[in-house]
T-cell receptor, first 114, second 116 residues
Framework: QQQVKQSPQSLIVQKGGISIINCAYENTAFDYFPWYQQFPGKGPALLIAIRPDVSEKKEGRFTISFNKSAKQFSLHIMDSQPGDSATYFCAPTDHDPSWGKLQFGAGTQVVVTP | DAGVIQSPRHEVTEMGQEVTLRCKPISGHDYLFWYRQTMMRGLELLIYFNNNVPIDDSGMPEDRFSAKMPNASFSTLKIQPSEPRDSAVYFC??????????????FGPGTRLTVT
């Protein structure tokens, strides 16, 4: 059973544009919703995360929007920069009983053109 | 802190050989995770440990794979015998116990394994 569906698979955006990546999940026990960023040749790193008691969280140019009823959350990258070119993964998890098991989505490769 | 350390960074071996990947987690972290990343299957959790004890190994693909954590600062992932389909990037990650706030896994740089 695929618990997490991430879209789109890839995204090309011009510098200064907005990148939007979506993640749909099935497990209603998920209670922590992070996005990880991975550059080529590196391991993934936490970018931003949200808990279900809020609908939006913003950190700089990165915003998570969370829709509990739709079981979806999304990552918005505002004013996209070439340095944002990377692969982004949603990775929701629950604290009981599977704490620590991040359910990684398939990833979205974002390319920001100059 | 130096972060999660993995060795070797690259490994090329012939089918049938034994391969051992090594990981040193961040000091003080209670959890250690082994992942495999391929284009076809994405990021897969293979096994994770809490306080050196394996908690969930349901992601280990088959008996050819084994993992150990003899102490809090060292873990190994062993493949014997290796097969070409094992070619992938293997990541080790560590994390502290969850608190009331953010939870983060810290990934190492990975080991790129090629089995010919």
């Amino acid at each position: 059973q695929q618990q997490v569906k991430q879209s789109p698979q890839s995204l090309i955006v011009q510098k200064g544009g907005i990148s939007i990546i979506n993640c749909a999940y099935e497990n209603t026990a998920f209670d922590y919703f992070p996005w990880y960023q991975q550059f080529p040749g590196k391991g993934p790193a936490l970018l931003i995360a949200i808990r279900p008691d809020v609908s939006e969280k913003k950190e700089g140019r990165f915003t998570i929007s969370f829709n509990k009823s739709a079981k979806q959350f999304s990552l918005h990258i505002m004013d996209s920069q070439p340095g944002d070119s990377a692969t982004y993964f949603c990775a929701p998890t629950d604290h009981d009983p599977s704490w620590g098991k991040l359910q990684f989505g398939a990833g979205t490769q974002v390319v920001v053109t100059p | 802190d130096a972060g999660v350390i993995q060795s070797p960074r690259h490994e090329v071996t012939e089918m049938g050989q034994e391969v051992t990947l090594r990981c040193k987690p961040i000091s003080g972290h209670d959890y250690l995770f082994w992942y495999r990343q391929t284009m076809m299957r994405g990021l897969e959790l293979l096994i994770y440990f809490n306080n050196n004890v394996p908690i969930d190994d349901s992601g280990m693909p088959e008996d050819r794979f084994s993992a150990k954590m003899p102490n809090a600062s060292f873990s190994t992932l062993k493949i014997q015998p290796s097969e070409p389909r094992d070619s992938a990037v293997y990541f080790c990650a560590s994390s502290p116990s969850p608190g009331g706030g953010e939870y983060e896994q810290y990934f190492g740089p990975g080991t790129r394994l090629t089995v010919t």
